[in-house]
């Protein structure tokens, strides 16, 4: 029997970096080998269609891939029956976008161009979506993905916070009890991440005597298996003006990133948790510094005009960051110990002011989603800068 010629591995590799992502699903059950690299983050970060930022303007949406080179692609999200198609805010939890558009939710993979809608309850008012979790409870079998989302009933009460769960379609509410805390909770939505299905985001108690007062912010969790809110650890960056740039992120996949910026001196540092996050308790967290870098005339990464947190990622011994100008220009710079290596600005982004976040490209499918209504545009030229 004649031996088959077989490819080496490596060039195997390289064909399926280039094939796309919705065709790496279907070719999971084709050898094991195939499988455990579709699972292997090397892979997915070197595919040719890979990505780090999503911005959204009033009339577009983007991809921004940083490696090599700076890379912009137009993406679409058409999503029949919600009348807003361009995203009012954006975050990143548990492998997809959670797109908030006015009259409900989206929940995007923009990798698999798949999609789900979230629709609110009847004369329900109108939602600030948080994030994305599930139940990491070891004795579910299956992953059932929630979403935490709050409103305020009227002006001046306490916000009512409501999860929706994907498997049945159903609404329940969910109270954050203040008075343990003896203050009023304030807390940032623009730096929420997910770790292990519990949502995490920046928060401070309101009990400054002066508005110059600086705060003292820490982490807020919200665990999908007890449905507890829980005030998870103190953060190592101190006391903080509100005019500081703060954001947590999710790094090396089981710990946390803290960025600081202060809007006075434009330094920056990067905290990263020692050890990995356990999501019952904070109490034992320890963060070490992990960078600083402060740069003659570096921007404000703090969006003036809408008060939007920076975008950021840890890339090896680099920091890359997404942030828009004073006037909303949006750029790209990718720092180092003490230099700034690279800044573009994306002038190819339309509109000022554009929202963003990262997104890492991922093989997870959205439960109940629709692959028919997303597609990328194809016949937008692709821009280098």
Known sequence: MAN???LPWDMVEEILSRVPPTSLVRFRTVCKR?????NDKTFINNHKMTFQFILTTTSKIYSVSVKPKVEVRELTLNTPGLKAQIPEFLVDTS?????DVGNGAVVWNPWLRQ???I???VNQPSLDFVGIGYDNNKRVEEIVYKTLSVYMKDLGSSDTWKIHDFASDTWKDEDLDEAKYSVTIKYNLTSVVSLNGTLYWVAYNDDKTHDTDPFLFYLLSFNFSSEEFLKFCDLPSGKNNACDAL???????DRFSLLKQCHVTKKIKIWVTKNKIDNQYGGDVKWMSFMEVSIPNMPDLVQTKFYYQPSYFIDDKRLVICSCDETGQ????VLGEEKLINKVRLDSVADPWPLHCTFFPNLVLIPGGSSKPLAYNLSWPRIRL
């Open 4 to 6: 088959k010629e077989k």
């Open 34 to 38: 195939w499988n455990a690299l579709f």
């Open 115 to 117: 999609t789900r809608c």
């Open 330 to 333: 949006a750029w790209i710079y």
């Open 95 to 99: 492998g997809f976008l959670l797109c």
């Open 247 to 253: 954001v947590v992120r999710v790094f090396r996949e």
């Open 119 to 121: 629709e609110p309850e």
